[in-house]
């Protein structure tokens, strides 16, 4: 079974009144932490449980040494992952309001924990959901408590130390998830310094989705990331971005295409400029 799948609108309103399916409604906007709470309080898919990047997909932030969504503790995220009725043989569906990015952020949790059948991104998400005609529900869903269990794994991340010394390496493939004006330096919106770490590529997230705001095909992406990969091995490849959140969108794109599972650099852009011994590069 693939690492990363999707499914449409049409097949989740057919799937909801089976049994055995998890909707984790991962909305959130980083100019407003509470509007993924209070829009989910407005509506949501029929049967979703809310997940909040901030207190549920991240853990604490220390400012000068974290970035800003720094991972979550393992047990404490499995304890939520059971609280959400999560069981090793659920159906879990992931969806947003925007290009993906959040969903994609709690697939790569999920995936790093062992959960790795099962899992699908709503393509298009609300946008698409609301294009097919489908409604919301204002309606609280209780979950049974879920019995999965699983172990982080640690092949799926790379530390910041483990990056820098690698850096420069023929076999380092690594990709910026974030929009060219950030990754060459002409604009930094967010964190305190501009550039990017020596080495990189650009590979804006953005640009794995179509103009309806659906993922590519397969083999479009799979085109994509060749080009950046070059022949180096994919299960070496390093995704980043600002916050270790638009990265796991490159990695779950990377996944449709066919391919392994990269590592992702969880702390990212806003974890490196902590340590001005790390390298800063601007431009191409």
Known sequence: MPIAQLISPHALNERQARPGLVILDCRFALEDPEYGRSSF?????????????????????????TGRHPL??????????????????????????????????????????????????????????????????????????????????????????????????????????????RFSGDVEPIDPIAGHIPGAQCAAFNENLDSTGRFLPAEQLKQRFAEQLAGRAPEELVAYCGSGVTACHNLFALGLAGYPLGKLYAGSWSEWINDPARGVATGE
Do not use: C
């Open 41 to 65: 309080a407005e509506g949501h898919i029929a049967g979703a449980q809310f997940a909040d990047l901030e207190h549920d997909l991240s853990g604490p932030v220390t400012k000068g040494v």
């Open 72 to 181: 979550p503790d393992a047990q404490i995220l499995l304890k939520q992952l059971r609280a959400w009725g999560i069981n090793p043989d659920s159906d879990v569906v992931l969806y947003d309001d925007g290009p993906g990015a959040f969903a994609a952020r709690a697939w790569w949790l999920l995936a790093w924990l062992g959960k790795r059948d099962g899992v699908f991104i709503l393509d298009g998400g609300l946008k698409a959901w609301h294009a097919a005609g489908f409604k919301l529900s204002t309606d609280q869903s209780m979950a049974l408590p879920g019995t999965f269990t699983g172990q982080p794994d640690g092949q799926l991340l790379v530390s910041a130390e483990q990056l820098q010394a690698r850096l420069g390496l023929p076999g380092l493939t690594l990709i910026d998830a974030r929009a060219k004006p």
